[in-house]
C-alpha cells in the first residue's frame, strides 16, 4: 500500500509560478512510476506529467510542455511539479498518483493510488 499527500497549492495570477509536491509512504513508493493528475470543474481527470521510478523519462501533456517539470527525489520519498507561466485554464484539483509499474504511462487507470488533491487557482 502507498500512501501520497500533495501540498503546494494555491491561488496565483497568470503567469506566476507554484511548485507542488507530493510525499509517498508504504514500504515501496520509491519503486515505481509516479504521475501528476489534474481535474477541472465539469471535465474528466487528465494527465499532466509521469515520471519512470528512476526520474529518468518523463512525459508532458501537449498542454504543459515547456511550462511545467516533473521531478522526483527517492531520498525523501518526494514528487515534485514545478509550474511556471500559469494561465487561467491551469485552474484544477491536482492529484498525485501511483503506479504498480516502473515505467511511467499517461493512462488514469494506470495509477490506483491518488493523493486527497491539492487545489490550484490562476487567476486572469
Known amino acids: 500500500q502507498v500512501q501520497l499527500v500533495e501540498s503546494g497549492g494555491g491561488l496565483v495570477q497568470a503567469g506566476g509560478s507554484l511548485r507542488l509536491s507530493c510525499t509517498a509512504s508504504?514500504?515501496?513508493?520509491?519503486?515505481?512510476?509516479m504521475g501528476w493528475f489534474r481535474q477541472a470543474p465539469g471535465k474528466e481527470r487528465e494527465a499532466v506529467a509521469t515520471i519512470n521510478w528512476r526520474g529518468n523519462t518523463v512525459a508532458y501533456a501537449d498542454s504543459v510542455k515547456g511550462r511545467f517539470t516533473i521531478s522526483r527525489d527517492n531520498g525523501k520519498n518526494t514528487l515534485y511539479l514545478q509550474m511556471n507561466s500559469l494561465k487561467p485554464e491551469d485552474t484544477a484539483l491536482y492529484y498525485c498518483?501511483?503506479?504498480?509499474?516502473?515505467?511511467?504511462?499517461?493512462?488514469?487507470?494506470?495509477?490506483?493510488?491518488w493523493g486527497q488533491g491539492t487545489q490550484v487557482t490562476v487567476s486572469s
Open positions: 498518483a501511483g503506479a504498480r509499474e516502473r515505467y511511467a504511462t499517461m493512462t488514469r487507470d494506470d495509477y490506483p493510488y
Open positions: 508504504g514500504r515501496t513508493a520509491n519503486d515505481y512510476a
